[in-house]
């Protein structure tokens, strides 16, 4: 005892001492260095504040706060992400929960066009003073023809029938709901995103309905189609292929092509820039051991599972599939093993054997004989709406009583439906519905088990309890089709993936590529000395979210428009793959420039025009017999076709040909020049052209002008948006954008 109050003793002296000695350096620094000190604080606390600040701090300094620029206007980063936000939930909330790649990929390309858009058109909609008035918003949330999206809200459907509910959706908009529940406050928060999408969305719709309002055939080019369907002709060619000439015959220089792309301009306009890449995919994918394990897992279960008289809790248990009771026929039941499943008696397991995969092993629970689909009436009163109450049991119970009465008595069904009924989407049909037995699962039980158990005919009050309502149902079975025997059915599923082990060798195998080639040289010579299989991802966009063949690739996006040509990327891990690449093309705004992947292309178009210039020139001046004996062609007949129509007989689509025939300069029975086509030169001779006004039907004019109008006024809303933000001057943050 004595030790440790000498020890603690002694350690107090210690602590004193330094405490004494800090003491005396902070009094130096005071008195010596004041200004010294002060400067070091200041410094650090605007360190402190930089650190703390983060990313934003670095976007501000380096003018990235951005996700793009529209004529010199920026999109904000956080606004961009609510609006992502904003459109996924209304995803989720719509019954589509779990929202894949190319799903997401594809909500955050349509934020980003609606919001450059909206930028694009936002001066010129308030120079019109085009705006959604208070009326306008009314009808579309509200009216009596609400928008499409507010009768698909999963809150105004009848939960029984699916159909749209006008009273949930008063509800709602005049917040007569319980706030304090969770589910009423998540329905209300997408409500709310809901109305403003629609919102945001009706008023760009206003803006495409003016432009597209004044879309008209003007008289000149009526008079134009007009002539053209009354004029006729009928020619005599000979078409002369380019394989006539051989490519040996013909050289193309990189002067060559640039000319080409010069002279074509307006077709090789590169308006967004892009990069294009060529990489190797290490793909995690299962092992045998992999394999292996989860087969004996999930055979382990078989002998309990085929025991078990607790059939759900065992499936909720083990499987990833959870237990739904449902009854299947071999019609419904959606495997390629139906047959072999369902022809095994009552209380068998079958499996395990794979399908989507993962490992199933499925028992025959019960047998019996159901219809296919049951066609009903019934007249529903409410005791709760969503948690909400709305009558009480008592008052409930004798409605539905003397509704009961008032049926079997002989009254009007459908005033009754009219008069008393809460299920607002079947009182136009008289409260009929018809549900398979595939729709079973999502009936409420009760009300399901009456109705398929149950005999035509059958008359019954049942009363529900769910989570969307609670009240009473008095329903009538008007007729039941396709009775015949069906299985109830569990199955239990473990999906087959690669283990951790399995991943970490396949990681290390991509990881050892990236580490020894670094270059582009021995990047090429490995794949080709390994023969691994190169993929190539061609023309991608700085605003892309996703690389077909990939999936999600915002990552890799970000490294194409920060590296140089011929740079090797690190590792990607991109969802069961680890892929390296090798940027392979830089594709800026303007002209195209000649490349390795648009050689072959531009060559080829060079080539085509080259040869024919050569097979012009060399039958230049012969007759059509002379030039069909040289080239061993056949002199070929295109009959009485039409000015208005591009496609000649025995030709194809060939509107050079159409164009030259009806030239006032070329006359009967003269060779024409060689015109290039498609796929070859043609020479022609006219043989006749005729104009008749008794041919060309006013009628038909007419209903072909109308509906070239109305095709282009439907799609002038993709048309205009394309148009304007292709003439707009966009720049993209790469780092910014998701």
Do not use: C
Request: aromatic share 8%.
């Amino acid at each position: 005892m004595s030790n440790f109050l000498i020890n603690l003793r002694s350690l107090e002296i210690e602590i004193n001492t330094k405490q004494l000695l800090s003491m005396s350096v902070i009094q130096s620094l005071r008195t010596k260095y004041a200004k010294l000190v002060g400067f070091i604080i200041a410094i650090s606390l605007v360190g402190f504040l930089l650190m703390d600040a983060g990313d934003n701090i670095r976007k501000i300094f380096t003018g990235e706060e951005y996700i793009a620029k529209v004529n010199g206007e920026k999109i904000d980063p956080q606004e961009y992400s609510i609006r992502v936000n904003e459109l996924e939930t209304l995803y989720a909330a719509m019954g589509n929960s779990n929202l894949d790649d190319n799903t997401k990929a594809q909500i955050h390309s349509q934020v980003l066009n609606e919001m450059l858009f909206e930028k694009v058109v936002a001066g010129q909609m308030d120079d019109l003073g085009l705006t959604l008035t208070k009326d306008e918003q009314k009808e579309l949330i509200s009216g009596s023809n609400p928008h499409p999206l507010v009768m698909q809200f999963p809150y105004f459907k009848n939960p029984e029938t699916g159909q749209f509910d006008p009273q949930a959706l008063m509800a709602f908009e005049q917040k007569k709901l319980d706030t304090r529940n969770p589910q009423v406050a998540k329905a209300l928060e997408q409500w709310d995103m809901m109305k403003s999408y629609i919102k945001r969305q009706a008023l760009l719709q206003k803006y495409n309905a003016l432009v597209s309002g004044g879309i008209a055939t003007p008289k000149f080019l009526s008079d134009i189609l007009s002539k053209e369907f009354a004029e006729t002709a009928s020619i005599r060619f000979v078409k002369v292929p380019y394989t006539a000439i051989g490519d040996n015959e013909v050289k193309v220089t990189d002067a060559d092509l640039n000319e080409y792309i010069k002279k074509h301009a307006a077709q090789y306009r590169i308006d967004d820039p892009t990069r294009s890449m060529e990489y190797v995919s290490f793909d995690v994918v299962p092992s045998k051991e992999d394999t292996a394990v989860v087969f004996q897992a999930i055979s382990n279960l078989k002998a309990e599972f085929a025991t078990t008289s607790d059939n759900e809790n065992f499936v909720n248990r083990n499987s990833e599939e959870q237990y739904t009771g449902a009854y299947v026929s071999k019609k419904t039941f959606m495997s390629q093993f139906a047959d072999s499943i369902l022809n095994n008696p009552v209380g068998s397991v079958y499996g395990p054997y794979f399908e989507n995969g993962n490992y199933k092993l499925t028992k025959i629970l019960e047998r019996t004989t159901l219809p296919d689909s049951v066609k009903v009436r019934h007249i529903l009163v409410k005791t709760k709406d969503r948690g909400n109450e709305v009558l009480s049991d008592s008052a409930a119970k004798k409605r539905i009583d003397s509704v009961e009465l008032a049926a079997k008595a002989g009254a009007d069904f459908n005033q009754l439906v009219t008069t008393y009924s809460d299920d607002d989407g079947s009182k136009k049909t008289g409260g009929e519905y018809e549900f398979t037995l595939a729709q079973r699962p999502q009936i409420s039980t009760e009300f399901g088990d009456f109705i398929f158990l149950g005999a035509t005919g059958g008359k019954k009050v049942v009363k529900v309890d769910n989570d969307n309502y609670s009240g009473y149902h008095y329903i009538e079975i008007l007729s039941q089709k396709g009775t015949g025997p069906v299985e109830k059915v569990a199955t239990i599923s473990k999906p087959l993936f690669a283990s951790p082990d399995t991943e970490n060798m396949i990681y290390s195998k991509a990881t050892e590529f990236a580490g020894r080639n670094t270059t582009a040289k021995a990047f090429d010579e490995t794949i080709k000395k390994q023969n691994l299989n190169k993929l190539v991802a061609d023309n991608v966009k700085v605003n892309d979210f996703m690389i077909p063949g990939i999936g999600s690739s915002r990552e890799v996006i970000r490294w194409m428009y920060n590296a140089k040509k011929d740079d090797i990327s690190p590792v990607f891990n991109l969802d069961g793959r680890y892929v390296i690449a090798k940027l392979t093309a830089i594709r800026d705004k303007g002209l195209m420039q000649v490349d390795e992947s648009n050689r072959p292309m531009l060559e080829a178009q060079v080539k085509a025009e080259k040869k024919a210039a050569l097979i012009a020139n060399k039958y230049k001046g012969q007759s059509l017999d002379a030039i069909a004996q040289a080239t061993t062609q056949a002199v070929q007949v295109a009959d009485s076709f039409s000015a208005a129509n591009p496609y000649l007989p025995n030709l194809g689509y060939e509107p050079k040909v159409v164009g030259y025939t009806f030239f006032s300069g070329l006359k009967p029975n003269t060779t024409s020049p060689g015109i290039r086509g498609n796929d070859g030169v043609i020479f022609m001779s006219l043989v006749s052209r005729e104009n008749t006004n008794a041919k060309a039907d006013p009628a038909q004019i007419q209903q072909q002008i109308q509906m070239q109008t109305m095709q282009l006024k439907s799609s002038v809303g993709g048309m205009l948006q394309q148009m304007l933000l292709r003439n707009a001057d966009i720049k993209y943050s790469a780092k910014n954008l998701y």
